[in-house]
């Protein structure tokens, strides 16, 4: 059985597959990773620099500015971290980060969990059987 993390991945791989627009991905190159309150982000590659949200892991961040020379984005103080409702976490060096996400983990989470929630509640209120 598949877990919850490993659902929400496959989900993300088969919606890309029905959308020209695919993301821009890089790593976080951080020695270390980061913590829940760094803003200086630093990615593998400049190509993927943009201001607006990445996301790592289950995380969205706002970026506001970037540097192309030291392949770093900054993250605005205050509300740039756990942006959108998500938890400001650490990351580990090596971790996906994703430009302006298509389909953002925390989406497709509550798409699931929603789900989940309308069917017990269709099975507990069900007056017929199918």
Known sequence: MPTFNQMVDEVK?????????????????????????????QIGSSENLAKGIIEIDDEQIWVNTFDRNTNTLNVIPGFG?????????????????????????????????????????TRLNSSHRL
């Open 13 to 41: 791989t088969n919606l890309a597959g029905y959308t020209l627009r695919q993301d821009r991905i890089s790593n976080l190159n951080n020695t270390g990773g980061i913590n829940a309150t760094d803003l200086a982000i």
């Open 81 to 121: 971290r756990g942006y959108n409702g998500t938890t400001p976490s650490p990351h580990a060096q090596n971790a996906q980060v994703i430009m302006t996400p298509t389909f953002p983990r925390v989406s497709v989470k509550t798409c699931y969990r929603d789900w989940e929630t309308d069917r017990k509640s």
